[in-house]
């Protein structure tokens, strides 16, 4: 069984393609709801953050989100420590998780793959990848947020150009049925891994 990651920035669909693999019966692990769960669940991994943010990061034995989001934003320091902090127990749950599945192939979604070393847990990496405006469009609606914010956010992620470069796959996420064909074809390639080649 080979374990895959896939990525993609904010609005380019990445979490549509993991949900076309799911209906296709793949084990998929979402790490932004594993790290909010493990958060709050995980012992040690709460004394870590009681330790540097402060008990105020636990609000009646549940995580105050937006006051440790307030905590680490505009600030490096803190948001590595953060990340220091979280991204190795996710790590370490997504291996549990991923010796328990069967099947040809797991899937580990990541919008920040690359950037938290979580590729080096796969063994194949897909980037989902939108046009700009296209990408600004969805989440607005999506959303409801300003064509601005939507910008700023996507300005503080990684570029396409990275993640074509270390990506092993890519899929181009313009129209619904053409991007349900691709992840069709991707799931070919990856129940035969001794035969897939990059597209």
């Known amino acids: 069984m080979i374990r895959v990651g896939i990525t993609g920035g904010i609005g380019s669909g990445k979490s549509t393609v993991c949900k076309l693999l799911a209906d296709k019966g793949v084990a998929v692990y979402d790490s932004d709801a594993a790290a909010r769960r493990l958060m709050e669940e995980d012992a040690s991994l709460r004394e870590g953050l009681v330790a540097r943010f402060g008990r105020a990061v636990f609000d009646g034995g549940r995580l105050d989100r937006k ?95 990275m993640l074509c470069r270390r990506a092993d796959f890519t899929l181009v996420n313009i129209v619904e049925d053409e991007l349900a064909a691709a992840v069709d074809d991707l799931d070919r390639r990856l129940r035969r891994p001794d035969k897939t080649e990059q597209p």
Do not use: K
């Not at 990541?110 to 700009?132: M, Q």
């Open 67 to 161: 006051y440790l989001a307030g905590a680490v934003f505009g600030d490096a320091a803190a948001l590595a420590d953060l990340n220091a902090l979280v991204h190795p127990v996710v790590r370490a749950d997504f291996e549990t998780w991923a010796a328990r599945q069967t099947g040809d192939y797991v899937v580990l979604e990541s919008a920040i793959l690359f950037e938290s070393g979580f590729d080096a847990a796969v063994d194949r990496t897909v980037a989902v990848l939108a046009p700009a405006e296209v990408r600004v469009a969805r989440v607005c609606r999506r959303d409801g947020s300003t064509p601005e914010a939507v910008r700023q956010r996507m300005a503080a992620q990684a570029d396409d150009e």
